[in-house]
């Protein structure tokens, strides 16, 4: 099979089910929902959809914890509702690829019911299971195999007295590992792609996949680390290249489709071994964390103010990084992460910061995904109590917070800051009560409270509005599309040393683009550098509705971005 790297012009947008639409108004969004809005996801200019998981789940991790991956959650609709919407989205122009999450499942998975029975039964190495470090349950006095830390839940590790063992969980209880090791959950999982490539699927997300493989020795980790302790043994292990290779040559060279793998803590180095192009390629690309001021999904709970230098620093590694070998992913929010104008723009000035923002990341070098709501400035909730958090992970952090004996208004800062509940309230589609989330005749309350700021904020309104951010990122990803700059271009990046601006030129394929990015409210300036005549360019793209020169520089207001095209031949 001939692989036509179409993901190379595409733009995804991301869908978290639960928070999208409510087609049938039980208060819980779903593919009936989805199938109303495939004329507004097309309307954007992306060419592709990633759905967080559709899968049958107990949710405790929103479907992050599969327990059928052969099936639709009935919350969400049906397989025949499913292939509705992928021949919806195909009639569209947009490719549809699924979150695979086969690093754990759910503890209700079938696989893991057995496997946790008895130590004699068809599953039973399928997870990863070891004997107590001192015998029995904890108890009796009975001590886990290792240290390592769960991402989610205290201790990696989880008493099961049916096998008298303990199974690994680097995530909550009930997300307990897959033993990769084991050829057959290999086969599986060649099994699980073929379902899904087959019915007609581009691709997947995987979830994180840098973790699929871990050290067999399972080694205590060094006390003095503070939190995931265990992580070097298990992410990029020992095996995980051959693992992934496998999966490569048995299924997806069969089919052109995509790859993107999560991988939390990796160098641009690292990721050539997953991502560079050849016959032993892995994945496509890999999602990264460094830009988001994280090595992983999880230290947004480090309080930090936005740093632009370490931003761009992160963003200018990673461009130049892969530029010879490998393809790059772009994105500035997702379901795990803050909304990214309340982080990294100004809520004041919202719509301004959201332009700079968008024009920051969509003329980089990669496939960009924007996440549902970002398009419209959707901004952080408020959460009166940490009670009100719906996130197992936050659950988790409050917990040790309390333990450590932090103050119970600084761990309510602390969740306002950080929770991952800002980017799942529901998407706002309209100014109405349920911000014309929920559909139906079904009256269901949404099931996570809407924003109050729905009633300013939604889409309704930012499409009647020509100068909205809506309007701007149709503009932004149309613009992208038509140049091939954008895909091509080299990667150069100016007054580096400025916390206000940041400035970047793609250069390549007969076209030179310059974007200018204000992140501050106070004016600032920028000088065009040498070569680059501003008046002779074509301004593509700016963030108001007038775009002044003095001789070849300009005056940014709060939070400008401006996009000036040359075509080398004129
Ligand atoms: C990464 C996913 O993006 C996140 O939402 C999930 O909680 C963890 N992986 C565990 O699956």
Redesign the pocket.
Known sequence: MQHTQWYKDAVFYQIWPRSFCDGNGDGIGDLWGVLTKLDYIASLGVTGIWFSPLYPSPQA?FG?DIANYYDINPEYGDLDLFRQVLDGAHKRGLRVIMDL?VN?TSDECDWFKQSRSSRDNAFADWYIWRDGKTPGAPEDGGTPPNNWDSLFEGGAWEYEPARNQWYLHI?AKK?PDLNMDNPQVRSEVERIMRFWLDIGVDGFRE??ITFISKDPALPDDSPLIPAARGMKFYNHGPHVHEYLQQFRHNVLDHYDCMTVG?APVISPEQALEYCAEGPNQELNMVFTFEHMGADC?FTDWVPRPFDLRAYKQAVGAWQTGLAAHAWNSLYLE???HPRIISRYGSEQYRVESGKSLACSYLFLRGTPFVYQGQEIGMTNTHLESVEESADV?TFNQVRRLRELGVPESVCLDLTNRATRDHARTPMQWDAGPSAGFVGGDGGGIPWYPVNPNHVDINVAAADRDPDSLLAFYRKAIELRRKLPVVREGSYREFKRASNALYAYAREGAGQRLLVVCSFTEEIAYFSAPAGFDLAAGELCLCGYPDAPLEDNAFFLRPYECRVYLWNDES
């Open positions: 991790d992050y999450v754990h995530f997300q979830d994180v999560e999904m997702n379901h795990d992970s």
